[in-house]
Nanobody
Framework: QVQLVESGGGLVQPGGSLRLSCAASGKIFSIDVMGWYRRPPGKQRELVATVTSSGSINYADAVKGRFTISRDNAKSTVYLQMNSLKPEDTAVYYC??????????????WGQGTQVTVSS
């Protein structure tokens, strides 16, 4: 079992920055893909960014060039640096870990979520 604990959310003005952190309990493995998803008000949860243990990164088009995901395997932690924030980035942000054993065989873990509000 993996527990994910997010921190770093809050209220920020448009154009501002925030850094989210997500610490996983226990060791993370090379098969683990870590990432961030978000659920805007009234909408479904959507991908923000993911990173593999080897550093392969995927971003949603909406955040490319503004957000940066990074991962510290030694600390079992993933980060999301969010710059040039827009009101449409307002959402609950969730940390995610997919432990992929092989094709079709994986386990997914979620954090409890942290609120990010972008407003003047």
């Amino acid at each position: 079992q993996v527990q994910l604990v997010e921190s770093g959310g809050g209220l920020v003005q448009p154009g501002g920055s925030l850094r989210l952190s997500c610490a996983a309990s226990g060791k993370i493995f090379s098969i683990d893909v870590m990432g961030w998803y978000r659920r805007p008000p009234g909408k479904q949860r959507e991908l923000v960014a993911t990173v593999t243990s080897s550093g392969s990164i995927n971003y949603a088009d909406a955040v490319k060039g503004r957000f940066t995901i990074s991962r510290d395997n030694a600390k079992s932690t993933v980060y999301l640096q969010m710059n040039s924030l827009k009101p449409e980035d307002t959402a609950v942000y969730y940390c995610n870990l997919d432990r992929i054993y092989n094709i079709g065989n994986y386990r997914t873990f979620w954090g409890q979520g942290t609120q990010v509000t972008v407003s003047s």
